[in-house]
Nanobody, 128 residues
Framework: QVQLVESGGGSVQSGGSLRLSCQASGNTYNYVHMGWFRQVAGAEREGVAMFDSDGRISYSDSVKGRFTISHDNAKNTLYLQMDSLKPDDTAMYYC??????????????????????WGKGTSVTISS
């Protein structure tokens, strides 16, 4: 079992920045992919960024160049630095992990339902 707790969400104006954190605990040693996803009420969950244990990183086209994903092994924490935020970035943000070494993280950006464990999310609101 893996427990994931997100933090860092909030409300900022368009153009601002936020840094999300995801603290992992439990059996985290064997995860292969860690990622950030977001969901707006009434819409499907979408992938934002993925960090693979081999260092490979993937981003969705909508956030590429504005968001940066990183991971601190010592702290078992995944981060998402979000810059140049837009109202369209408003959503609940979730982190999730997957233990399947057979596929690249980019695959899970488009298939979030195949992630193994999820946090409860942190809310991000961007005002214009």
């Amino acid at each position: 079992q893996v427990q994931l707790v997100e933090s860092g969400g909030g409300s900022v104006q368009s153009g601002g920045s936020l840094r999300l954190s995801c603290q992992a605990s439990g059996n985290t040693y064997n995860y292969v992919h860690m990622g950030w996803f977001r969901q707006v009420a009434g819409a499907e969950r979408e992938g934002v960024a993925m960090f693979d244990s081999d260092g490979r990183i993937s981003y969705s086209d909508s956030v590429k160049g504005r968001f940066t994903i990183s991971h601190d092994n010592a702290k078992n924490t995944l981060y998402l630095q979000m810059d140049s935020l837009k109202p369209d970035d408003t959503a609940m943000y979730y982190c999730a992990v997957n233990n399947n070494p057979g596929l690249r993280g980019a695959y899970y950006l488009k298939n979030p339902d195949q992630m193994d464990y999820w946090g409860k999310g942190t809310s991000v609101t961007i005002s214009s």
